[in-house]
């Protein structure tokens, strides 16, 4: 049953903490998985944490550590000293080790390091602090099995045993020759159903999917998913085994990006939560609203220059929001898709050529469509056909630019390397709100021949 | 190395195929894993794709076929007749197979399940066609390997070897009592380093999380990746074991969800990719696109009532963009938000006063800074001061109310079981729309005593 958490369970876990209850604390949380603890503690304070975490286990405690949010981790550890942060680091995996002392300032970070007892841990943690968060090298864990190619069924069993009890999850055994080089891997499955003399050269699978540590995290999560992998072996470029990384992680690099692209899309500058306070919420919103609003007031100065027009033709006022409302919504339609291409990378990439005019094409087909029902409409409802037609063909003229821009803008900032989910939010409205009026006045002015 | 896909490679390929040249095809198929021929695939046509698959062995062909998109798979097996698909299906495991047959007609999946030589797969697949495909059961595979409590660890590892031909990935073996109930699991690596007279009761770790066939997909989608799970036993509702979810599936289904997301949020009513036919994009954008034609022609009508004053003061027309602006993304950006917290599920649910205080002081303050900005600008300009005031007031209350229908339209549609994600897309910039201009003219003929 998945444990739900309620504000009458935070309630009374937080009230025995007050009131030091030992006996009802350790018996509620002992119930709990730590991961469940964790989401606890985004509902108390740093004190009331620390309470918790020093009542468990120290393993427990460090597994509630290493999941927490970085930002509530970070706060936290300031009522821990270095000798007690280097505690828990003992029982966390050298990624996660390294991924927490990376938030924490580098004083705290060289003492941690030298106080973990485990002197493989330590080492473990310092190679890991030198790659850059984005790529294959710092999302992998340094604790993994490995085997000699030469060694036999037996002495490979002997020293998984040796190995594993540093290795929460053993998935398979990577098989390395005398160089460390990696040639292949063997699973457990294979390893208890062969005979023990055999030698793992007779049976090692070296068929194997790696990476190097410089891919990027994006790379590594495609090539995980299309082979269905649930761990991936990390070398370095001379192709020496360095760690690898497994699946849960990926999981959450994917959740991430997808949460990143939502963010961009509909115009938050910032990972923002329900959950934050009034004002970072505020924050993370107005650079985009400040962007509308630039983009608005020059649509008024805009509209300013046709006010004349408007005078003579109070009329034609009506018929801006379907025109700039038109251009936002086909922009993000085209932006999206092209998102997708991107994103997925299946298949080759068509040529521009062939992409444009694909797009042409579709933008014709429903410019013609919605154009023709709205003439149709304002026909019916009794407007004067040459208004009518003014609007129809600017928005048939919008819905071809838009999507002329929603598929070029998406394109270029992916060549800029900005992330191109930022094309299909506020900035690709913003700006055929623009083209849209720009369109539409152009348009009346020839056909009214003001 | 990451395979990619050429248009040189596919041509070469594409070649080899109508020049039936077996010996240059096996040569460079032998190369890939399967998903990759899968992705070739998508660029050749089925007569050529069946003599692909049936130029290789039958177990990568059908590695080949489950890896494909369901729509071309369809018209593929077209040429292929029940009992060629019959015997691909002995290489897939039931899940896959059951979503094959699940796209066939029911005769060709009658035919095809009669024909499957391996007739426990057969009971399998019929098993797995009664879960509808959103809960855990139609994502379970019946392949695991299981193992009675009383058995010792010699008797558990001579089981594994009768059951893991059929089972590809053994992750860990699943405990059961005389009665097929689950009660708990038993890693591998546990197997192998326990001594072999051991009984596994002994071993066992009984604190395994479960899900019912009944529960739904992104429930145990939220399981596997909060519990960083590789796989999850899937029990009926009296505990028995019935199957098992590995993380590739859910992996696959993170990714589908978002993809789903992205597109009700961009206004695209079905999922379509740029491949994609002229007529199956135009027809994917239209419903959405008519939405807005609807709510722009009711702009239009509503703005025709105020054609008088516009007549008057032609200036009020251009401000009539940056109102429909700003209610359109102040309100995806507040969806959004609110899209997190539904996904995410952090922390309890705020009690709905909570949550709309909290909505009100971030639009109070947002409100409060844009319309400022657009006040200074705007007198700034030479803008009389009393259309400057209706304007920066308009803009004040579309911020407010489009902060309040961006958080209780997804909060509303979620209640109702439609997918929230639609309520960031043109459906709230669509009622913002009209709810701004109402909220523009209603200020102006205050302000004005029209």
């Known amino acids: 049953m998945p444990f739900e958490l309620t504000k009458e369970y935070v309630g009374k876990i937080a009230e025995a903490i007050e009131q030091r209850d030992v006996a009802t604390l350790t018996a509620e949380l002992e119930e709990l998985y730590p991961a469940d603890i964790s989401e606890i503690l985004y509902e108390l304070d740093e004190e009331q944490s620390k309470y918790v975490i020093q009542l468990l286990d120290q393993a427990v405690g460090a597994e509630i550590i290493s999941n927490m949010d970085p930002t509530l981790r970070k706060d936290l550890f300031k009522l821990f000293g270095s000798e007690e942060i280097a505690q828990f680091m003992n029982y966390v995996d050298s990624d996660d080790a390294a991924d927490i002392l990376n938030e924490q300032p580098i004083r705290v970070r060289e003492e941690v390091i030298a106080l973990v007892k485990d002197r493989q841990k330590a080492r473990y943690i310092i190679d890991l602090l030198h790659y850059d968060e984005d790529c294959a090298g710092g999302l992998m864990a340094k604790e993994l099995v490995q085997a000699n190619v030469n060694w036999t069924i037996l002495r490979c069993i002997e020293e998984i045993r040796r190995q594993a009890e540093k290795v929460e999850k053993v998935l398979s055994v990577y098989v390395v020759d005398d160089a460390g080089i990696l040639l292949g891997r063997v699973s457990l499955k294979k390893l208890i159903l062969a005979r023990g003399e055999k030698h793992l050269s007779d049976i090692y699978d070296d068929d194997l999917i790696s990476v190097e540590t410089y891919r990027p995290v994006e790379e590594v999560a495609d090539l995980m998913q299309r082979y269905d992998l649930e761990s991936i072996p990390v070398v370095n470029v001379q192709g020496r085994l360095l760690g690898r990384i497994t699946i849960d992680d990926i999981v959450d690099v994917i959740t991430e990006q997808a949460d990143l692209d939502r963010q961009a899309m509909t115009g938050l500058s910032a990972e923002v939560e329900e959950d934050d306070s009034v004002w970072m919420l505020s924050r993370a919103r107005l650079p985009w609203l400040f962007i509308g609003m630039v983009g608005g007031l020059l649509g008024s100065r805009f509209i300013g220059l046709f006010e004349a027009d408007i005078a003579i033709i109070p009329a034609m006022a009506s018929f801006i929001p379907i025109i700039t409302a038109t251009g936002g919504n086909v922009g993000i ?79 270029a900032l992916d060549r800029l390397g900005v992330n191109p989910a930022v094309a299909s939010g506020p900035f690709i409205t913003t700006t055929n709100d623009l083209i849209g009026l720009a369109v539409y006045f152009s348009v009346a002015h020839v056909l009214y021949d003001f």
Chains 1, 2 share one sequence.
């Open 333 to 411: 339609q085209s932006s999206s898709i092209i998102l997708q291409s991107l994103a997925s990378k299946m298949g080759f990439d068509k040529s521009f050529s062939e992409r444009l005019w694909k797009v042409f094409l579709v933008a014709l087909l429903n410019g013609f469509i919605i154009s023709g029902f709205v003439l149709g409409f304002n026909v019916l409802v009794g407007l004067p056909v040459r208004l009518g037609l003014v609007v129809s063909t600017a928005l048939f003229s919008v819905v071809l630019l838009s999507s002329f821009m929603g598929t070029l803008t998406p394109l």
